[in-house]
C-alpha cells in the first residue's frame, strides 16, 4: 500500500509550508489527482485519517480529492483522446503511437487554514 507513503510526503509537505508561514493548525488540503495515477481514494483517506490525527497542526483536517482526467496524444494524427475510454489505440486513426500527456499527476493545489478570531480589544 504506498498510499500511507503518498499521505507521510503529503503532511510534510503541508507541515513545512505551514512552518514558513507561521501557520497553527490547517483546516483542509486539497490534492489534484490524475485518474490514472494508481492511487486508490479510499486507501489515500483512510491513511490520510490515521496520519493526520497524530499531527498537531493537521488533526481533523479533511483530505479534499479533485480527479484529473486521464488524456492521452497520438503522435500520428494529432488527437488528443480520453484514456481511459480508448486505451493507448488512437480512437481516430488506429495508431499505437502514443503517450499520456495528462491524467498521472498528483499536486496539492490548496491548503485551507481555519479563519483566525477578530481582535476585539477595546482601544
Known sequence: MHELGIVF??????????????????????LELGEVSGVVGDYL??????????????????????????RTLCEACGEVYET????????????????????NEMLIRDIAVPDEPQNTASK
Open 45 to 70: 483517506q483512510d491513511c490520510w485519517k490515521w496520519a493526520a490525527a497524530r499531527s498537531e497542526m493537521l488533526n481533523g483536517a479533511e483530505l479534499r480529492v479533485e480527479t484529473i482526467p486521464a
Open 9 to 30: 510526503h503529503i503532511i510534510k509537505t503541508v507541515e513545512a509550508a505551514g512552518r514558513e508561514n507561521g501557520v497553527k493548525r490547517v483546516k483542509a488540503v486539497t
Open 84 to 103: 481511459l475510454a480508448h486505451g493507448r489505440t488512437c480512437p481516430a486513426c488506429g495508431s499505437g503511437r502514443t503517450h499520456l500527456i495528462q491524467g
